[in-house]
């Protein structure tokens, strides 16, 4: 009887020994006949407590939409920007010069541009400078290279326009800041915000009826008679190409 039991308990020993052999080689067995599906079903198990809630899903998706949202709008930037200076391009024929505005300072980012075209290519003083959709400003003075221009943001700066709805004058003039003041040269005026301002259609020392800005709020109680904050079309601060009138 005990010779008989020995046998016995060395291959339950034995088994024992290969038991956990036998289950992980099932394990891979397993694994490999799902393609790791098991596997990855136990990590999700074991991980679903770390995974982000409703509100971090929401905050995720937000960010991502922002994001989309703001490559969208600096396309459009930049096909607006293009879309100008192919205007300028398919304007410049005869008298217009096209120039890149190459320096600008930060001091007198209101008052002035330096362009990379002068005297040589027939650039004067007192040249009208337009940028993409209206005037910006005159050249103040030439180099054999290159010229300053002296925008119409720019203190001190002061030209006459028109109002082209209600058929009335305006002086304007620059501040130094963004927006341009107009001057109207009348009390009684039917000038409202939204309105187009040109130069006049009869001046001789800028191009007639070119855009220059629009009104953008009325201080009717101005002394001596009422002024207006505009808007230049052409806004110099994001100006990299201009049209020269040259004489």
Same mark, same amino acid.
């Given at each position: 009887?005990?010779?008989? $039991?020995?046998?016995?308990?060395?291959?339950?020993?034995?088994?024992?020994?290969?038991?956990?052999? /036998?289950? &992980?080689?099932?394990?891979?067995? /397993?694994?490999?006949?799902?393609?790791?599906?098991?596997?990855?079903?136990?990590?999700?198990?074991? +991980?679903?407590?770390?995974?982000?809630?409703?509100?971090?899903? !929401?905050?995720? !998706?937000?960010?991502?939409?922002? !994001?989309? &949202?703001?490559?969208?709008?600096? &396309?459009?930037?930049?096909?607006?920007?293009?879309?100008?200076?192919?205007?300028?391009?398919?304007?410049?024929?005869?008298?217009?010069?096209?120039?890149?505005?190459?320096?600008?300072?930060?001091?007198?980012?209101?008052?002035?541009?330096?362009?990379?075209?002068?005297?040589? !290519?027939?650039?004067?003083?007192?040249?009208?400078?337009?940028?993409?959709?209206?005037?910006?400003?005159?050249? $103040?003075?030439?180099?054999?290279?290159?010229?300053?221009?002296?925008?119409?943001?720019?203190?001190?700066?002061?030209?006459?326009?028109?109002?082209?709805?209600?058929?009335?004058?305006?002086?304007?003039?620059?501040?130094?800041?963004?927006?341009?003041?107009?001057?109207? /040269?009348?009390?009684?005026?039917?000038?409202?915000?939204?309105?187009?301002? +040109?130069?006049?259609?009869? +001046?001789? &020392?800028?191009?007639?009826?070119?855009?220059?800005?629009?009104?953008?709020?009325?201080?009717?109680?101005?002394?001596?008679?009422?002024?207006?904050?505009?808007?230049?079309?052409?806004?110099?601060?994001?100006?990299?190409?201009?049209?020269?009138?040259?004489?």
């Amino acid at each position: 009887m005990g010779s008989s $039991q020995r046998p016995q308990g060395s291959r339950l020993r034995s088994i024992q020994r290969l038991w956990p052999w /036998l289950v &992980l080689l099932l394990a891979l067995g /397993l694994i490999r006949l799902s393609k790791g599906a098991g596997f990855a079903d136990g990590f999700a198990l074991l +991980s679903r407590p770390f995974w982000p809630g409703a509100a971090q899903r !929401e905050w995720i !998706e937000t960010a991502k939409q922002q !994001e989309q &949202l703001s490559r969208l709008e600096l &396309l459009e930037q930049d096909n607006a920007r293009l879309r100008g200076l192919l205007a300028l391009d398919q304007q410049s024929s005869g008298d217009w010069l096209q120039a890149a505005v190459i320096s600008r300072t930060a001091s007198g980012w209101w008052q002035q541009l330096l362009l990379g075209k002068g005297a040589i !290519e027939g650039v004067g003083k007192d040249d009208a400078v337009i940028g993409p959709g209206g005037l910006v400003g005159r050249v $103040q003075s030439v180099t054999p290279t290159t010229s300053s221009v002296r925008l119409l943001t720019a203190p001190g700066s002061r030209i006459g326009v028109w109002l082209p709805r209600t058929q009335q004058h305006g002086l304007l003039v620059g501040l130094g800041t963004a927006r341009p003041q107009l001057q109207f /040269l009348d009390k009684d005026i039917q000038v409202r915000p939204g309105d187009l301002v +040109s130069t006049s259609p009869a +001046s001789t &020392l800028l191009p007639p009826n070119l855009p220059v800005a629009v009104v953008q709020s009325l201080n009717a109680g101005s002394v001596p008679a009422p002024t207006a904050l505009v808007q230049l079309i052409a806004p110099p601060d994001a100006i990299d190409w201009v049209q020269v009138k040259v004489r």
